[in-house]
């Protein structure tokens, strides 16, 4: 958390560079389709000696209008998993090992995976959205991000992505996934247009005690090349503004 103990000039020039750098990553105006934004408040803890726990929870803000949570404790104190007030926190408390999984299926009151429950969503937004974008508020060490897509029970598509690690609350970053990088799970693999469930998961298992806190899922279209040129002149931009300020001299 060494970001929060910065000093208010220094915290602005942070954010300045960090504003850059995200105006060009992931465009508010390129939006299409929201996943979840998190606004519909659910927590999820398991506490030792439980395995897991699953809970629910319904709202506008969630697609296909229902979230299923499940939270997987594999060793340690406990593992919590909370949506509130725009985010998604995932916490390993006390150096705990564990997972935490996400389910978009419809609504169906729970009880596992349903295929076919978003009822066909086009992801792709007649053909304007070709990514998932999610932005990572915070997360300490690196662990791994799983998200499959179905469009029935025999055709899957899923990508796996690594976590830095090391990103503090400020500054953030956008993480943009294309539809493209995912690899047939089962049978022809999802049709991105033709959505019947979705779930993203977070498996800690190998980062005891893992903090870890995302922003708003959406779809959105891929960033163009000039974009990831201008990014990296806003992150070269952010390494400059947090070089620590020499001190003034007085005469």
Known sequence: MWARGLRRVDRWRWRSAVLVGLWYLSPAEARSLTIDDWSDAQTTTVI?????????????????GEREITVTRTSGVAVTMAASGGSLAYGQIAGSLGTGTVIWDGVDGGGGLDPTGLGGVDFTDAATSAAISIPLLFDDLSASLTLIAYTDGANSSQVSVTLPGSIPPDPQGVLTIPFSSFSVLSGTGADFSNIGAFTLEIDGTTAPGLDFEMGAATTGPVPEPRTALLLGVGLAGLAWLGKPMAPKQEF
Do not use: F, K, R
Not at 48 to 64: Q, R, Y
């Open 48 to 64: 030792s000696p439980s395995g897991s726990a699953t809970t629910l929870a319904t709202g506008v803000g969630i697609l296909g």
